[in-house]
C-alpha cells in the first residue's frame, strides 16, 4: 500500500513565486492534514480537513491554501513564496478524528530564495 | 508560543543508559500521542495515551500520561543506536479543536 504520497520531495522557489504541493492518501480516510517543519522544532498545523468539500485553519494558516475536492487528494497552495515559508511540509490522514493514528506522507522540502 | 514543551531539546548518551524525555503543557488534552521520527522521513506513531495517570509499556519504552492530563513522559531503559531520533509528543482537545498539536520535539542520540 502507497499509504500518503507527496510531491514534489525537494522545490526551490524564488520570493513570490506560486506553487502547489500535491498529496495524495489511498487508505479512504476521513481527515487530512498540512504540517510545517522547521529546523529542531516540532511539527505545526496549517491546516485540515474532515472530509471532501471541508477545510478549516490550524496553528499557522497565513500564507497558504487547501481545498478537499476528493476525499483521497489535499493539496496545499502557496500564493507568494516568502523566505518564512522555508521548511519541510509534511501532509498526513487519519480515519478519524481524537486518538486515531496519524500517517505521514514522507515530506516536501521547500526553500524560498 | 507553543503549547506543548518538551525537554531536553537535545540529549546525547552512551547506549546502555536510561533516559526520560518530558512534555508538559499547562492546558490539558483528551489525548497524547508519542511519534518518533528519522532523518527524512515523516513521524511514526509509538503510543496513544488517553487516560490521566495511564502507563503503557512498548518494550524498553515506557509512557506516561499525568494525572491531570497536562503532561506526559518518554522512559527508554538500556539505550541501544537504533533508539537515535526525533521524538514528540502531540496532543488534542477542545483547545486545538480536537486536532493534534506538536511539541517542540527532542532529538536523541545514542552512541554506541
Known amino acids: 500500500n502507497a499509504g500518503v504520497t507527496q510531491t514534489p520531495k525537494f522545490r526551490i522557489l524564488k520570493i513570490g513565486q506560486s506553487m502547489t504541493l500535491q498529496c495524495t492518501q489511498d487508505?479512504?480516510?476521513?481527515?487530512m492534514y498540512w504540517y510545517r517543519q522547521d529546523p529542531g522544532m516540532g511539527l505545526k498545523l496549517i491546516y485540515y480537513?474532515?472530509?471532501?468539500?471541508?477545510?478549516d485553519k490550524g496553528e499557522v494558516p497565513n500564507g497558504y491554501n487547501v481545498s478537499r475536492s476528493t476525499t483521497e487528494d489535499f493539496p496545499l497552495r502557496l500564493e507568494l513564496a516568502a523566505p518564512s515559508q522555508t521548511s519541510v511540509y509534511f501532509c498526513?490522514?487519519?480515519?478519524?478524528?481524537?486518538?486515531?493514528?496519524?500517517?505521514f506522507g514522507a515530506g516536501s522540502r521547500l526553500t524560498v530564495l | 508560543t507553543q503549547l506543548l514543551e518538551q525537554s531536553p531539546q537535545f540529549l546525547s548518551i552512551q547506549e546502555g543508559e536510561n533516559l526520560t524525555v518530558y512534555c508538559n503543557s499547562s492546558?490539558?488534552?483528551?489525548?497524547l500521542q508519542w511519534y518518533r521520527q528519522e532523518p527524512g522521513e515523516g513521524p511514526v506513531l509509538l503510543v496513544t495515551?488517553?487516560?490521566?495517570?495511564e502507563v503503557k509499556k512498548l518494550k524498553r519504552l515506557t509512557f506516561q500520561f499525568g494525572d491531570a492530563r497536562k503532561d506526559s513522559s518518554l522512559h527508554i531503559t538500556a539505550a541501544q543506536p537504533g533508539d537515535t531520533g526525533l521524538y514528540l509528543c502531540?496532543?488534542?482537545?477542545?483547545?486545538?479543536?480536537?486536532?493534534?498539536?506538536f511539541g517542540t520535539g527532542t532529538s536523541l542520540t545514542v552512541i554506541p
Open positions: 502531540a496532543g488534542d482537545g477542545e483547545n486545538t479543536g480536537n486536532q493534534f498539536y
Open positions: 480537513s474532515v472530509g471532501a468539500g471541508i477545510t
Open positions: 498526513a490522514s487519519s480515519l478519524d478524528s481524537g486518538a486515531n493514528v496519524l500517517t
Open positions: 487508505m479512504n480516510h476521513n481527515y
Open positions: 495515551v488517553v487516560t490521566g495517570g
Open positions: 492546558s490539558v488534552f483528551s489525548s
